[in-house]
Nanobody
């Protein structure tokens, strides 16, 4: 079992930056692949970024490539999402997720554990 708690969301203006954090508790965090997803009202949950257990593989949605950076610290059981040059269309609830395959997976279904989410609102 892995418990995930996100933090760092808030209300910012377009062009600002935010850093989301995901704190994991439970066993063998370093074995899990991690991902960030987001969901806006009335829309499906979508992939944002993912990272493999070692950090060696990282993937990003086209919409955030070049602006967002995912990283992890296995010693501290944390995953971060650095978000720069934020746009109003980035407004959503952001969720951290863990998959037992240890891979940087882009789809929702393979993830075994999810956090409760943190809200990011970007005003124009």
């Amino acid at each position: 079992q892995v418990q995930l708690v996100e933090s760092g969301g808030g209300l910012v203006q377009a062009g600002d930056s935010l850093r989301l954090s995901c704190a994991a508790s439970g066993r063998a965090f370093s074995r899990y692949g991690m991902g960030w997803f987001r969901q806006a009202p009335g829309k499906e949950r979508e992939f944002v970024a993912s990272i493999s257990w070692s950090g060696g593989a990282r993937y990003y949605a086209d919409s955030v490539k070049g602006r967002f950076t995912i990283s992890r610290d296995n010693a501290k059981n944390t995953v971060h999402l650095q978000m720069n040059s934020l746009k109003p269309e980035d407004t959503a609830a952001y969720y951290c997720a863990a998959n037992g395959a240890g891979q940087a997976i882009l789809s929702v279904a393979p993830y075994d554990y999810w956090g409760q989410g943190t809200q990011v609102t970007v005003s124009s």
